[in-house]
């Protein structure tokens, strides 16, 4: 079976890690059918809008996406791609594990989580303005509807479910944000009431990052709205291993679009040097939802034993500052293309190599480090 995928290159590092990712899909044996198309800056150059029509057109065609990241101007200029296109085709769940690699690049590397983000509304919705004509006030609105809460939260126990995960974790601040959090708070518990099986709690999100920084471990699935959510992802991948490990998706009914959790890193755009694991990653969670189980399981496993073997990888895996046992670091193409061989390679049946990084050497002193 060939699946076609629409793929969006992105800017800044996005063409060298969706080119990366590209290597290692196809060294799955599936076939894959790239329907490439331009959002960002290189569409501005090209068509004069940032998100063309025809991306819309060929996601929804195809309704499966690989997406690099898209710069977004800040503070001024045009709105993020990113937003417009979860918005436009109500990609509303966007789910963001946090999964400690061969233990490398962590001081936890037990962490397995998983953040889901509702992304259609919240902060993100667009309606801010000034409110003076000098510009020394301005104001931002948050609009959340029961309609969004309740699909992202039915969509978090409904995955807690099919994963056999145990626990799912309500994020929000309905102590001050009294009615969007409170309504966010109110679906979350009659939900939860539908899923006996599951264990489920709420934390504030400032309770909830401390928590975090001091014992991951101890969560499961967290849903939460728009913006708690992507300050949340990035956390818990910082926990996880960093940005250049951490993949991402967006679900809406009949689409869906794997995206990493990082952007679009300009300080090292072109330069042959950004990690290519996080979408590497989404490509192995295209493949999971399409239900090509072992090509996904072949990709997992070659990235971690390439990440513990540790000698094929990327300044952010390699450097000292960024691990406890340096070694020279490769260029994005190079980690890609060792992943890529190894895909085929793998023994799915063997234990996964020991971790020995840092972080494993905290959990188990036998190992090297
Ligand atoms: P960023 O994620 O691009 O980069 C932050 C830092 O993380 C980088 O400087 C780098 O040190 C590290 N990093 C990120 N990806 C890496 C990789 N693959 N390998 C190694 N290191 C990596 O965040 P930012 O600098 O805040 O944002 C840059 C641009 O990306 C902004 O325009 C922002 O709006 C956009 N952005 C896009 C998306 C998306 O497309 N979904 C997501 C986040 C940010």
């Not at 001050?176 to 264990?199: C, V």
Request: aromatic share 6%; hydrophobic share 40%; charged share 25%.
């Amino acid at each position: 079976m060939t699946y076609r995928v629409s793929l969006i290159p992105g800017d800044g590092i996005g063409p060298e890690v969706t080119r990366a990712a590209q290597l290692v899909a196809e060294a799955t044996g599936v076939g894959f059918d790239w329907d490439v198309v331009e959002a960002g800056e290189p569409a501005i150059r090209k068509e004069g809008t940032p998100l063309p029509e025809s991306v819309l057109d060929s996601i929804r065609r195809n309704r499966l996406c690989l997406k690099g990241p898209i710069t977004t101007p800040i503070g001024s200029g045009f709105r993020s791609v990113n937003v417009a296109l979860r918005q436009q085709l109500e990609l509303y769940a966007s789910v963001r594990p946090a999964r400690a690699i061969a233990g490398e690049g962590t001081r936890f590397p037990e962490t397995d989580l998983i953040v889901v983000r509702e992304a259609t509304e919240g902060l993100y919705s667009g309606v801010e303005h000034w409110v003076d004509r000098d510009h020394s006030a301005a104001e931002s609105v948050a609009v959340v509807t029961r309609k969004a809460c309740d699909r992202v939260i039915r969509f978090a126990f409904e995955l807690a479910r099919r994963e056999r995960r145990k626990h799912v974790t309500g994020v929000h601040k309905a102590n001050i944000m009294k009615t969007t959090g409170g309504l966010f708070q109110t679906a979350f518990g009659a939900m939860a009431a539908n899923y006996p099986e599951i264990a489920a709690d709420e934390r504030l999100i400032d309770n909830m990052c401390m928590q975090l920084a001091k014992k991951p471990s101890e969560y499961d699935v967290i849903v939460t709205t728009n913006l708690f959510g992507d300050i949340l992802s990035d956390l818990c991948a910082g926990l996880a291993g960093g940005l250049g490990v951490a993949p991402g998706a967006l679900f809406g009914d009949t689409i869906a679009a794997f995206e990493p959790v990082h952007g679009s890193a300009p300080k090292y755009a072109g330069q042959d040097r950004a990690d290519p694991v996080a979408e590497i990653l989404c490509v192995e969670m295209l493949l999971r939802h399409v239900g090509e189980r072992e090509a996904a399981d072949r990709v997992f496993r070659a990235v971690w034993e390439t990440i513990a073997e540790k000698k094929v990888v990327t300044y952010d895996l390699a450097l000292p500052g960024y691990t406890a046992r340096p070694v020279p670091p490769s260029s994005c193409s190079a980690m890609a293309k060792e992943i890529a061989r190894r895909v085929p390679l793998v023994d799915l049946a063997a234990p996964l190599p020991r971790p020995r990084g840092a972080g494993a050497a905290a959990a188990d002193p036998q190992l090297e480090t």
